[in-house]
């Protein structure tokens, strides 16, 4: 084992994760201005979806590979529901409210938390692997599961940045965020973006819980530390901004890879906070925010 | 008129909780758990959960506890402490503030466990836990007492097993729960490991509720241990971290004094955990169980999913441990219970035993159980060895004469 190489490999695997996670929570904050606490919350429940639906769906005779796909696009379904039901009835009234939304959605993600637990009971849960194997690179090694993981991240985060750059969709996002009233006076649907964006955002946590579940122990409380990670990506990288979360992403991945290896894995953590502490005092818009 | 009526109702409504109550209070006694029921510890607190409301169904079919010439039916109240603190503090307050109970019969968390006792003992409150630190036990808690094997118990002839068998072992690299129960585990180790002249290569922590495995597998991997031992690592952490050092190349000895069923760290592990030593892992179907336990282990499978584990039995000693010392105290006063639990043999899923243990804590506060050394092998679990404490034997030929 290079352990340099493992090390890089560490970091690129980690981040994937977190970038899937932080995309969705920074795009609601840009287009709502607000703090989705309850982001965690969709990211398990998408989780928790696969880990019983496949079981039983191999149980009734299903391959694994459809079970899995089966599964994947019903959890999605069910977390686009919840994420619906949810803006209607709560987030819709509380956007550009940073302390309202605030006490709302750590509220909903409590509530959810504990529906979750009475509804899956606490117990951890496993998937069975779906790709085995591991693959070594330049004295590395990652899992095949891993890597592919990696790859989709990849391509969520380069469609994104297109989307954002390139579409009429993204335009009015980033219309929307950078100014709503302007964008309004401009012909942009406010409340139709707000809407959409908070669902693409639902959708990308929904993507990351259900291509994680595979890999991952899954609990219901494991949107949770999923959610500070993501959080302090988007605070490093800047609330709202998509190549913030990413970069974001990467450097906190980096921070738990390389400072774990040398140090210790609280110091790591540690190390985060101090970072995100000396972002919102040096350059509290975040790296690539804009106020 | 108006005033008549709010007042009636009012009566009534008083004479109606005064009347429940005092029925409750004179014919159910009413046991806490403190556990945690969710995340990657959530099979241990939801098996005790199970075990205990067991020896309760058992103990109300049998008639239920009597004391002072009357008979109490038992309830048993189940908290989440998360294996945290934080959590097992606010359970201690719910069920000694709020739930009122005088009676806790099985706790999981070393650290949940000493936030409820520094409540406990200043109620009066007995606490029969599952600690696995030594420092919830001594003189200085009268009411508290240990109901599983604990680091002390169970390190010494694990090790020595190990090292036996795998004589070319002279590395070891420890990994522990940044915890009072890792923390507390890992003084253990690292003393019985050197007086076994193995070498602690490395000693690191790791937050309970980590996702990410792999930085610390490749920690670990890099100072290339002869054996990985996982101390008091949950069943997930310890399938998913075997897993990632896997990955990495990794194939030495593995070891968890607190691994308890191979079920459970099979479904995250998969043949990673394949050959590791365990020190709470009982075959409870196999002939060295007692009916008890081959009972409570069919029913765990169709109510849990999983057979049951050392852990979790510890619920159904605890529910049985205090069963017996109200009976032999003929008193629900806990202090009263308290008083009389050293002297007594009483029966619990393992057959007759008793507490013991004042040489190493200073008072009799640990139960004496067979220490059981097994292997994971081809996703089984195999009692390699079943140790009867010296201390119980004497105990038990002794109340015979």
Known sequence: ?291 | MRSFRKILVAAIGALALCTTTGVGAQETLKIGTSAPLSGAAAPWGLGLEWTAKQAAQAINEGGGIKAGGKTYKVEILSYDNKYNAAEGTKVAQTLLNRDNVNYIAGTIGTAPTLALQSLSERKGALLLNGAWGASSKGPKFPLSYTVINTPNEVIPPLYSYVKKHNPGLKTVAILSANDATGKETELVSRKVWESLGVKVVLSDWYERGTTEFQPIAAKIVGQKPDAIDLGAAPPGDTGALFKEVKVLGWSGIKVIPAGTSAESMMKVGGDAIDGMYTALAADFDGPQSTDVQRRLTKGMRAAIGEPMNIVQVMGYDAVMALKAGIEAANSLDPKAIAAVLPNIIFETSWGKTAFGGKDVYGSPQQLLLPIVVGQIKNGKLSELERVIPEELTKRLAAAKK
Request: net charge positive; with cysteine.
């Open chain 1, 1 to 291: 084992m290079d352990i340099y190489v493992q090390l890089l490999i560490n970091s690129l695997q980690i981040s994937a994760v977190y970038v899937l996670f932080s995309l969705g929570l920074t795009l609601i904050f840009g287009v709502m201005r607000i703090v989705n606490f309850a982001h965690g919350e969709f990211f398990a429940l998408a989780a928790l979806l696969l880990a019983v639906a496949v079981p039983w769906l191999v149980g009734i005779g299903a391959p694994l590979p459809v079970a899995f796909a089966l599964a994947f696009l019903g959890a999605l379904g069910a977390v686009l529901v919840l994420g619906k039901l949810l803006y209607e009835f709560a987030f819709r009234r509380f956007q550009r409210d940073m302390i309202g939304s605030f006490v709302l959605s750590v509220g909903l993600a409590l509530l959810l938390q504990g529906v979750f637990i009475e509804m899956f009971t606490g117990a951890a849960r496993k998937l069975p692997t779906l790709i085995e194997g591991t693959v070594r690179i330049l004295g590395g090694a990652i899992t095949v599961q891993r890597l592919i993981l990696c790859l989709i991240a990849l391509l969520v985060a380069v469609a994104m940045c297109w989307a954002i750059v390139s579409t009429r969709l993204g335009k009015a996002l980033r219309a929307v965020a950078e100014d709503h009233e302007a964008a309004m006076l401009q012909g942009v649907p406010y409340r139709r973006i707000a809407r959409i964006g908070f669902l693409i955002g639902t959708l990308l946590a929904a993507v990351a819980g259900a291509l994680l579940a595979p890999v991952v122990v899954i609990s219901p409380v494991i949107g949770s530390s999923y959610l500070i990670k993501g959080f302090i990506a988007v605070v490093i990288g800047g609330l709202g901004s998509i190549p913030g979360a990413i970069i974001g992403s990467i450097l906190i991945a980096v921070i738990e890879s390389v400072g774990g290896y040398y140090f210790d894995p609280s110091l790591a953590t540690i190390a985060m906070f101090v970072i995100v502490m000396l972002v919102l005092l040096i350059r509290p818009t975040g790296l690539m925010g804009n106020g």
